[in-house]
């Protein structure tokens, strides 16, 4: 008989960050009756580099809604312990010269793990489908130097237990003239001297790059240099969590991985793909 695979998705969000629906209960349900064996709740930690009056809206929850996003999160995993394993997890964005703010507010909360993300150069969101434009205006090669030099920066700061999305810079689907691979590299040698994980993120898929993140190529990178991964949806929705882990397992597996990464306390722990 087939071993069934052990589940786990460590990257969704809720309501309150304002770009994605529901409630973290109806994340939690999702995954039950889904069959997974742990879900990791990991909403935007609020923005805090932008003054108010040039933010986007909707981007991240709001500094006063963070203590009831944990309170509840911690509930739902005390709820739910005899039928799911429920990660309290955070999505944090590496900026320059605030990793001493950041660092002290997420010693505050119980966090099972911290997923360190890059989505802002500057002020600019180049996550964000309402700032594409900006793309105009510059040098994609330049972007996309400046983009690895923060996630390697983000690696270096001890800050995360991984580094979601590793490549989400390709979203919108601008691509460099110029090799990119010692970039990519001293990012990932980065990762792996600070002892993190590179995380594996399905919604890539559903953007308009249509790929994964990171790409197969950095994935083989990551073996190469024995980085440890993790997996997770970026679900914005209910109904998206899980979306396509499982057949990762399978891609991640071709690819010579033989596990991934689970989260406790910030301390990281095996789960076998075999």
Same mark, same amino acid.
């Given at each position: 008989?087939?071993?069934?695979?052990?589940?786990?998705?460590?990257?969704?969000?809720n309501y309150r960050c304002g770009h994605a629906i529901g409630e973290l209960r109806e994340y939690v349900e999702r995954a039950v009756e889904l069959g997974f064996h742990e879900i990791g709740l990991s909403d935007h930690f609020p923005l805090f580099h932008i003054p108010?009056?040039?933010?986007?809206?909707?981007?991240?929850?709001?500094?006063?809604?963070?203590?009831?996003?944990?309170?509840?999160?911690?509930?739902l995993k005390q709820e739910f312990a005899q039928q799911i394993d429920v990660k309290v997890g955070i999505e944090a964005d590496y900026v320059p010269e605030w990793e001493d703010y950041l660092a002290n507010q997420l010693r505050q909360y119980p966090f099972d793990y911290?997923?360190?993300?890059?989505?802002?150069?500057?002020?600019?969101?180049?996550? @964000?489908?309402?700032?594409?434009?900006?793309? *105009?205006?510059?040098?994609?090669?330049?972007?996309?130097?400046?983009?690895?030099?923060?996630?390697?920066?983000?690696?270096?700061?001890?800050?995360?237990?991984?580094?979601?999305?590793? @490549?989400?810079?390709?979203?919108?689907?601008?691509?460099?003239?110029?090799?990119?691979?010692?970039?990519?590299?001293?990012?990932?040698?980065?990762?792996?001297?600070?002892?993190?994980?590179?995380?594996?993120?399905?919604?890539?898929?559903?953007?308009?790059?249509?790929?994964?993140?990171?790409?197969?190529?950095?994935?083989?990178?990551?073996?190469?240099? @024995?980085?440890?991964?993790?997996?997770?949806?970026?679900?914005?929705?209910?109904?998206?969590?899980?979306?396509?882990?499982?057949?990762?397992?399978?891609?991640?597996? *071709?690819?010579?991985?033989?596990?991934?990464?689970?989260?406790?306390?910030?301390?990281?722990?095996?789960?076998?793909?075999?």
């Amino acid at each position: 008989m087939k071993r069934q695979p052990y589940l786990v998705d460590y990257h969704t969000h809720n309501y309150r960050c304002g770009h994605a629906i529901g409630e973290l209960r109806e994340y939690v349900e999702r995954a039950v009756e889904l069959g997974f064996h742990e879900i990791g709740l990991s909403d935007h930690f609020p923005l805090f580099h932008i003054p108010a009056e040039r933010r986007l809206p909707e981007i991240t929850m709001e500094m006063h809604q963070l203590e009831e996003y944990v309170q509840e999160a911690i509930a739902l995993k005390q709820e739910f312990a005899q039928q799911i394993d429920v990660k309290v997890g955070i999505e944090a964005d590496y900026v320059p010269e605030w990793e001493d703010y950041l660092a002290n507010q997420l010693r505050q909360y119980p966090f099972d793990y911290v997923l360190g993300s890059v989505h802002f150069i500057g002020e600019w969101d180049h996550s @964000d489908s309402r700032c594409t434009h900006e793309w *105009d205006n510059r040098d994609v090669d330049q972007v996309y130097r400046h983009y690895y030099a923060l996630v390697k920066a983000a690696a270096e700061s001890k800050i995360y237990d991984s580094i979601a999305h590793f @490549d989400v810079i390709k979203r919108f689907n601008h691509h460099p003239t110029s090799d990119m691979t010692e970039n990519i590299r001293e990012a990932l040698l980065a990762v792996k001297a600070a002892n993190i994980c590179v995380e594996v993120n399905t919604s890539g898929e559903f953007m308009p790059v249509k790929e994964i993140f990171p790409s197969k190529t950095i994935l083989h990178m990551c073996k190469e240099l @024995d980085i440890p991964i993790t997996v997770g949806s970026d679900s914005h929705r209910p109904h998206n969590v899980g979306t396509n882990i499982e057949r990762i397992y399978g891609e991640l597996r *071709d690819l010579g991985f033989t596990e991934i990464a689970g989260f406790d306390q910030r301390r990281r722990y095996r789960i076998s793909l075999l």
